[in-house]
């Protein structure tokens, strides 16, 4: 199937997921991860109506998406990957949304770049639902006072929670630790669920679903040498 067939059976799968969950037509926003795609495989998709955007890197985001968003100025663009403090500048001044404030060394760059530029993108707390030594986020325990910490010790407004589950465990688990940490943390956004999941998140409350693979395929990689 096209990348544009591949984006209608994906919104089709989240508005049966809705229903099936009895929640609200259109509660559940979809993030289409267009991390290693060139900005021609992502024209398409901008033409079938898609608006909202995940990038993994920086860098790479800078290379395709000034000019996308010059023409397409109602893009919300979202970094879902990690941030790097000596990329913070650069990230308050392209992304829309950044979904993985994880540390305090980078809320505090965000928040001295947020004050600098006056361009103020939507922050998320990342989660690291699973406990795993190799993955970025907030382990839960500290999810509570961390989000406190950037509210009131650096004055930044965080609106969501993001999450990445382990690979080889059942989601579930971890979208419900999400969603109760969330109302804990009294925030509205969920960020959770992707190509493989991403049904299943909506029934536990995910508000965005991260969707990459299952619309644009697989991704291409360099090859290695």
Not at 114 to 119: L, P, S, T, V
């Amino acid at each position: 199937m096209s990348v544009t067939e591949n984006l209608a059976s994906v919104l089709a799968d989240i508005s049966a997921a809705e229903k099936a969950a009895g929640r609200a037509p259109g509660s559940v926003d979809l993030i289409a991860v267009s991390k290693t795609h060139p900005a021609e495989a992502i024209l398409p998709v901008i033409a079938a109506g898609q608006r909202r955007f995940g990038e993994n890197r920086v860098q790479e985001a800078q290379g395709k998406w000034p000019g996308l968003k010059a023409t397409h100025p109602d893009i919300e663009l979202h970094l879902i990957g990690p941030l790097q403090s000596n990329k913070a500048a650069d990230a308050v001044a392209l992304f829309d949304v950044i979904q993985t404030v994880d540390r305090e060394k980078i809320a505090r760059e965000l928040a001295k770049e947020i004050a600098r530029q006056g361009r103020t993108p939507t922050l998320y707390v990342q989660v690291n639902t699973g406990a795993e030594p190799q993955k970025a986020g907030i382990a839960p325990e500290e999810t509570v006072a961390f989000v406190g910490f950037c509210r009131s010790d650096l004055g930044l407004v965080i609106e969501g929670l993001m999450c990445i589950p382990p690979v080889d465990e059942n989601p579930g688990p971890h979208f419900a630790l999400l969603a109760k940490l969330a109302r804990e943390c009294d925030v509205t956004r969920l960020s959770m669920g992707m190509s493989g999941d991403y049904e299943t998140a909506v029934r536990f409350g995910a508000t965005e679903v991260r969707v990459g693979t299952a619309i644009f395929g697989a991704r291409p990689y360099p090859a290695a040498g």
